[in-house]
Nanobody
């Protein structure tokens, strides 16, 4: 199994940047696809970004494309989400997730494709 622990959330102003980290243990990060999702109060958990380790291919939600970047460090078993030009609409709890099997394209965007989840880290963006 994979254990995931997120960190790096906080309270920032609109236009600021944050970098979230997700430390994985139990299995090698490079064996999996990793994703970031977020959930705002009263809303469903939504896809933010994902990376397929074997190919380095990345996927993004339209709402964050051009502002967020997902990356990883295999040696540290850690995946990152660099968030720039933050907006109040980005306020949510951000969750890291790991997929333990091969995914086809559309599955990267679906939270049910992921097998392990962290507990989340709060990101609050003030206007």
């Amino acid at each position: 199994q994979v254990q995931l622990v997120e960190s790096g959330g906080g309270l920032v102003q609109a236009g600021d940047s944050l970098r979230l980290s997700c430390a994985a243990s139990g299995r090698t990060v490079s064996s999996y696809a990793m994703g970031w999702f977020r959930q705002a109060p009263g809303k469903e958990r939504e896809f933010v970004a994902a990376v397929r380790w074997s190919a380095g291919t990345t996927y993004y939600a339209d709402s964050v494309k051009g502002r967020f970047t997902i990356s990883g460090d295999n040696a540290k078993n850690t995946v990152y989400l660099q968030m720039n030009s933050l907006e109040p609409e980005d306020t949510a709890v951000y969750y890291c997730a790991a997929a333990l099997r091969f995914l086809i394209l559309r599955q990267y965007y679906n939270r049910t494709s992921y097998d392990a989840w962290g507990l989340g880290t709060q990101v609050t963006v003030s206007s």
